[in-house]
């Protein structure tokens, strides 16, 4: 009976109902569904790995493809053109943000790229090696204005690493798109 009276007085002073506001202001659409979406190359890191191989990189090629390709059939006319977000991205002010670090791993760096083709939303995505036969796909989706992280996942890819990564980049994309078309609220059923 205590908790029951606790919670009343809550109500009554007026707690619960700003919690639970927040709750809900967090859930509110933060750009219109058709809003711009830039998509970084995916980047590749394999320092800690058992066995660095020359074939690595090919997989960071393989994920920006799939994610290109995906969020191109998905959202059209939405996603800005991979030249217009490479050269944000290798500019002078872009380095300068990161010290001379790829844009592609640092938010700010990713923030101003996309800030500046006209982006409400930059996608960033990074393949890490560990083995073999185990990666990981960790990538984000950035709400550009704000620096909110709506989408902040890590994926372990086991097995042949070209199709895990093919499908890892693939379901993270759709995700993506599912997401900026509610308008960055993320949803995790692909009905909704």
Avoid at 7 to 15: H, N, Y
Avoid at 16 to 37: N, R
Avoid at 73 to 100: F, K, M, N
Wanted: charged share 15%; proline share 5%; hydrophobic share 50%.
């Amino acid at each position: 009976m205590r908790l029951r009276e606790s919670l009343a007085a809550l109500l009554l002073a007026g707690a619960v109902p700003s919690a639970l506001q927040a709750q809900a202001t967090s859930s509110a659409p933060l750009e219109p569904p058709d809003a711009k979406v830039a998509a970084l190359e995916v980047a590749l890191y394999n320092a800690q790995a058992n066995v660095i191989e020359d074939s690595d990189p090919a997989r960071a090629v393989i994920g920006t493809q799939v994610l290109d390709s995906t969020l191109s059939a998905l959202l059209g006319p939405q996603l800005v053109a991979r030249e217009s977000v490479r050269s944000a991205a290798v500019s002078d002010s872009a380095l300068a943000l990161t010290g001379g670090l790829p844009c592609n791993v640092i938010v700010v760096c990713a923030r101003y790229a996309a800030g500046r083709t006209g982006a409400r939303w930059v996608v960033l995505a990074k393949v890490s090696k560990t083995s073999n036969l185990i990666w990981l796909l960790t990538a984000q989706l950035v709400h550009v204005p704000s620096g909110a992280i709506i989408l902040d996942d890590t994926t372990e890819l086991k097995g042949e690493p070209d199709g895990m990564v093919r499908a890892g980049t693939r379901i993270f994309a759709e995700r993506v798109a599912r997401t900026v078309r509610a308008g960055g609220v993320a949803n995790n059923f692909p009905t909704q």
